[in-house]
T-cell receptor, first 112, second 116 residues
């Protein structure tokens, strides 16, 4: 599975959009981009995933560049409860090992 | 409510003791997983099971054992052979163990294990 690079930490003002970048320059054509987040001392929570088209759900939007080498997770109106570590994971769909490789992620702090 | 239940939330192990962490899911998922998380780090896969009565080693299986006798349950035993067991343990499940982009893993709340 391709490796990802994320900034170790980011701040965002409450009510503003939080834009979390992820680089995955070695992504293959059959690899999807997944985003999870982990609030302190809790289990990771699935947010969104995509292949090449932009995706949106009730939690967030995922923007994937045309060359698929990077993506951005957007939380449109960040709240204090969005403070968490956000993980970007690139993974082959046809992966019988089913291993999601969680790196160190980005620690997002939403500030009042 | 459907979900994944891990128990206990906190667990203490004495030297030389085996301890078992419970993971139960009522999501009717075929696949289940155990991860270990050390402070400030990502998750590492210990074991996974794609179907009842079958399981596979992950990246750090040494010192751990599992069983999968029922679809709903995937207990993890931390044996005395695991010399550094202090960590946050996470259980996850997904609809089925085979491929699929929508095969999202859903996680429990975790068990924090410490050595006395």
């Amino acid at each position: 599975d391709a490796k990802t690079t994320q900034p170790p930490s980011m701040d965002c003002a409450e009510g503003r959009a939080a834009n979390l970048p992820c680089n995955h320059s070695t992504i293959s054509g059959n690899e999807y981009v997944y985003w999870y987040r982990q609030i302190h001392s809790q289990g990771p929570q699935y947010i969104i995933h995509g292949l090449k088209n932009n995706e949106t759900n009730e939690m967030a939007s995922l923007i994937i560049t045309e060359d698929r080498k990077s993506s951005t997770l957007i939380l449109p109106h960040a709240t204090l409860r969005d403070t968490a570590v956000y993980y970007c994971i690139v993974r082959v769909a046809e992966n019988y090992g089913q291993n999601f490789v969680f790196g160190p992620g980005t620690r997002l702090s939403v500030l009042p | 409510d459907g979900g994944i239940t891990q128990s206990p939330k906190y667990l203490f192990r004495k030297e030389g003791q085996n301890v078992t962490l419970s993971c139960e899911q009522n999501l009717n998922h075929d696949a289940m997983y155990w991860y270990r998380q050390d402070p400030g780090q990502g998750l590492r896969l210990i074991y996974y099971s794609q179907i009842v009565n079958d399981f596979q080693k992950g990246d750090i299986a040494e010192g751990y054992s599992v069983s999968r006798e029922k679809k709903e349950s995937f207990p993890l035993t931390v044996t005395s052979a695991q010399k550094n067991p202090t960590a946050f343990y996470l259980c996850a499940s997904s609809i089925h163990g085979l491929a699929g982009a929508k095969n999202i893993q859903y996680f429990g709340a975790g068990t924090r294990l410490s050595v006395l």
